[in-house]
């Protein structure tokens, strides 16, 4: 599933003392990745959900690297098509998204994981 974590991010901002700038965000797993998404609208995380799972479906028999079950290998080439890493402009103290959009943690697995998201600012 898709995890939100827009208001983490904002509220970890806040707190620094850059006003402008780039914020780098990297997920250190090879299991699920981070995306940018419309957050209005649930069904826009449960589609793309969705859609990866036809992409690459879970129980294909021919793929060798299954020793954390048949999620194993599927989970990682989900994380190959997607990204582990967001680069986003940092405007007044704020992210520079738009309206619609908000950070989400990608899980590939079949059940959530704990994972560990690392925040990097540079700027003024």
């Known amino acids: 599933g898709l995890y939100p974590f827009t208001k983490a991010v904002e509220e970890w901002l806040a707190k620094q003392n850059v006003h402008d700038g780039l914020l780098t965000i990297f997920i250190q797993h090879t299991s699920c990745s ?12 449960l589609d793309l959900r969705d859609f990866f799972e036809r992409l690459v479906p879970e129980h294909e028999k021919s793929y060798r690297h299954t020793v954390e079950g048949p999620d194993d290998m599927t989970s990682h080439i989900r994380s190959a098509l997607t990204q582990t ?12 998204l738009g309206t619609w959009q908000g950070l989400y943690v990608f899980e590939h697995r079949s059940h959530a994981h704990q994972r560990r998201v690392v925040l990097q600012l540079i700027g003024e």
């Open 34 to 45: 981070l995306v940018i998404q419309e957050n209005a609208d649930p069904d826009v995380t």
């Open 85 to 96: 890493s967001l680069s986003i402009p940092l405007v007044s103290k704020r992210m520079a």
